[in-house]
């Protein structure tokens, strides 16, 4: 399902991944998997759910501690507030789905100045839902809104944000400006920020 550029107006749902796409990315996830004992090539959220008890339970308490860290340092991502006005005055339904907890999801949602567009409801975690690229929270946001994946988009910097809108038949943008992170057979629209978002959904 390809996302016309100039058919943004007509997706009533918006879901965003929350790390580097609302946010500038600060997470290091070198030193995060330094500190968990994780290899560098592993994915952390799967690495930590493959240890023994009650070594797991230790490590994730010490990743909590972290993103803690990391979510009071949050900061907007460029063209965040106006993309987020814009929707809100179209009428349009905003959720999160990150790999993060919904907790420090909305600590960061706060230290961004973003919290009043999103109904808590509608910010799902790691404890909500299974991690992306997992569908299960993007289904689980629509049968909330009642939406069909055609009226939805998944936004995000990351291919598992792709790979997550790709598996729940939502339209998928991916938001990066770097040209080392590219993945066209998961992406219907690719932005270099979301201030170029919102000039796409304005024009459109």
């Known amino acids: 399902m390809k996302v016309e550029r100039g058919g943004l107006g007509a997706r009533r749902y918006w879901v965003f991944d929350l790390d580097g796409t609302l946010t500038l990315p600060v997470h290091d996830f070198a030193h995060i998997r330094r500190e968990l004992g994780i290899a560098p090539q592993d994915d952390i959220l799967d690495a930590l759910a493959a240890m023994p008890e009650p070594l797991r339970s230790e490590r994730h308490l010490r990743l909590d501690a972290l993103e803690r860290h990391y979510a009071g340092h949050a900061r ?82 990351f291919r598992y944000d792709l790979e997550a809108g790709r598996n729940a038949g939502t339209g998928t943008v991916h938001v990066d400006a770097r040209p080392d992170r590219d993945w066209p057979e998961l992406t219907d629209l690719r932005v270099q920020s979301l201030a170029e978002l919102h000039r796409l959904l304005e024009t459109g």
């Open 76 to 157: 907007p991502a460029e063209g965040v507030h106006a993309l987020l006005q814009g929707l809100s005055r179209r009428g349009c339904r905003c959720g999160i789905l990150t790999r993060n907890t919904r907790e420090l999801a909305l600590l960061s949602l706060k230290a961004i100045g973003a919290a009043e567009y999103f109904d808590p409801d509608f910010v799902l975690g790691r404890d909500e839902a299974r991690p992306k690229p997992d569908p299960g929270g993007l289904q689980r946001l629509l049968s909330l809104w009642r939406a069909r994946p055609d009226e939805a988009l998944m936004v995000g910097d």
